[in-house]
């Protein structure tokens, strides 16, 4: 027990330092998870589906590209939402920590390009910003709920995922972090 209490400890010193990559790294069973279970709806454990999206600048993004780095893949309801643009910011503020820890940071609407880019601007989002216009990839991977979040591992394998209709309560940007970082790395 007191092993536990000492690992979960050091993880939460490594994440006010900044040291969490390296220590999680070197022992990750040390940290117990800290986001909810996943619903029987998100499709853990399944690959991305070979859908191709278009990003805030228009190209096409195939989703299995997405693979080679652990990802948060965030689906929000719309560019207009206040809760969605509030959960982006929320990212947005940590984005740093997410890149040193070699994690990227996705996320899609149903919008168009043109008013996903002007969103980005608005907010100064560093994300990757993508449009599920025919809404494919937020049916398949979240049962058509748009707020949904979801952990893919660094092979584009869905780790964990949630949704809620209102994002009353979502799972903290540094939660995920932290599990991001635990998942295994493309050649392990």
Known sequence: MARKHLGLAV?????????TTFLLRADPSSAASALP?????????????????????GEPVALGSLAGAPTVLLFFRATSCPLCRGQLAAFA??????RAAGVQVVAAS???PAALAKMRRELDLPM????????QAVN??????AHCELLLDARGVVRWGAFSE????PPEPDALLLEAIRQPPLGG
């Open 128 to 135: 990757r910003l993508l449009s599920d216009g025919g809404e």
């Open 37 to 57: 279970a996943s619903p029987s709806a998100i499709p853990v454990g399944t690959r991305l589906p070979p859908l191709v999206l278009t990003d805030d600048r």
């Open 140 to 145: 398949t991977l979240c049962g058509g709920l």
């Open 93 to 98: 503020k940590v984005a740093a920590r997410f």
């Open 110 to 112: 149903p919008d168009m």
């Open 166 to 169: 209102s994002w009353s309560h």
């Open 11 to 19: 993880v939460a010193l490594a994440s006010l330092t900044g040291a």
